[in-house]
């Protein structure tokens, strides 16, 4: 029996999801031991991110395979920019720039577009996170900082969903769904093996940052 393409990939990324989440700044993130400004830097380093990935989006909304894991109301860009506003001020823009670990992402990012299954590695990659630990993280930084909804922690926020645990299960259905033979199957596990190691590669960076700043 195949196991569902789902649990083949939380399974073959378990240990690459604990790295990314024990990473170094998400710790002092969540100790509270970073400034405001120490947090918006990661909050900058995600609206680029997800500029270049609701842009592929948009594009591929049309295709038979990846616009099936195309859901506007997923996408970030507007939330992210409600938050880079509360945490910089209406300057924000000026105040932001991608690190090299991001533009390596956006560019990984952007250079797998015309493969559903590189698009599906990133998206699934992001979003599941989001939508999981993601929570958890919205709820701390709501204590350390005192953000409320409307600027913030927007991007955590997904009203838009309604029910995630039923959103995540949807999801995973469309993941089992997907007709792949088994070197796609392996190629997007290698992807999203990648994407992992590309967004952790962003958080190290980011703890430079910050060090640096203080």
């Not at 909304?61 to 209406?90: I, N, Q, W």
């Not at 290698?190 to 962003?202: D, F, G, H, S, W």
């Amino acid at each position: 029996m195949t196991t569902p393409f789902s649990e083949t990939l939380r399974n073959a990324t378990w240990a690459d999801h604990e790295a990314a989440e024990s990473e170094s700044y998400l710790a002092e993130l969540m100790a509270g031991r970073l400034s405001e400004h120490g947090y918006g830097e990661m909050v900058a380093q995600h609206y680029f991110a997800y500029v270049a990935l609701d842009g592929v989006s948009r594009e591929l909304a049309g295709h038979p395979v990846a616009g099936r894991f195309v859901f506007p109301e997923l996408y970030r860009e507007r939330a992210l920019e409600r938050d880079l506003a509360t945490v910089y001020g209406p300057g924000w823009r000026g105040r932001i720039a991608p690190s090299k670990a991001t533009r390596t992402l956006v560019a990984r990012i952007q250079q797998v577009a015309d493969w559903p299954g590189g698009y599906i590695a990133h998206h699934y990659t992001r979003y599941l996170g989001d939508l999981s630990g993601g929570q958890f993280i919205r709820m701390e930084l709501q204590k350390i900082y005192g953000y409320a909804k409307g600027g913030g922690v927007d991007f955590y926020i997904f009203d838009e969903l309604g029910s995630l645990p039923r959103f995540k299960e949807e999801y995973r259905s469309r993941l089992d769904e997907l007709e792949l033979d088994e070197r796609e199957r392996r190629r997007i596990v290698r992807e999203v093996k990648l994407a992992y190691q590309l967004n952790t590669e962003v958080l190290a960076e980011l703890l430079h940052t910050v060090r640096a700043a203080a």
